[in-house]
């Protein structure tokens, strides 16, 4: 477990700079822009390689609490919303425009789901820190007035929901094999 929060620790840790802008600038500012998004994208892959071990190693069968019924019913629509919000977090998209701060909300759906879907100790450590971090980051992104104006295009929004959805799709049928879970009849 030690290493799923140290991984959590530094890969959100990281993300959580932008919430706080005179330590973002001031490191931006020392280290220059290359260095500083090396830095940035060394300190989150070293991160998320940690979780994912410690997410492995940790004990499955340590329980918190009882998986809700209604968010295991929920997840695939939930998880395929939070995808298409994840693409069009990154387009010229209404969806974008309408939600402000599309990946954030995405990742709230996301880790909210699987929290309430699994129970397991490794789980709630994981999902709940996502959603701990996601909910910060929103209300910070929120108070700094964080979006940048653009004008949305039809075509972005199509894009976004098609493409959410078909990594939604493939991610739905190898969840099996990738997570040891299936969500839907038609996996692996």
């Known amino acids: ?25 001031a490191l931006h500012a020392r280290l220059g822009d290359k260095p500083y998004r090396g830095v940035f994208s060394l300190v989150s892959l070293a991160g998320l390689v940690l979780i994912v071990i410690g997410y492995m190693r940790a004990d499955p069968t340590v329980r918190m609490f009882d998986p ?10 939930a998880v395929t919303l939070a995808l298409i919000l994840f693409a069009a977090s990154h387009m010229r998209a209404h969806l974008r425009k309408w939600v402000q701060h599309p990946m954030v909300v995405g990742v709230i759906l996301w880790s909210a789901v699987h929290l309430l879907a699994n129970g397991e100790l490794r789980a709630t450590v994981l999902f709940g820190s996502f959603l701990a971090w996601a909910i910060v980051d ?14 949305p295009v039809v075509r972005q929004d199509v894009m976004a929901i098609v493409g959410g959805t078909a990594v ?21």
């Open 1 to 25: 477990m030690s290493l799923l929060v140290a991984g959590l620790v530094l890969f959100l840790g990281i993300h959580l700079l932008p919430t706080v802008p005179a330590w973002r600038d």
């Open 138 to 151: 929103y209300v910070s992104a929120l108070a700094r007035g964080a979006t940048k104006p653009f004008v």
């Open 168 to 188: 939604a799709l493939v991610l739905m049928a190898v969840h099996r094999p990738l997570f040891g879970v299936p969500v839907v009849g038609f996996g692996l």
């Open 68 to 77: 809700v019924p209604a968010a295991r019913a929920i997840a695939p629509e």
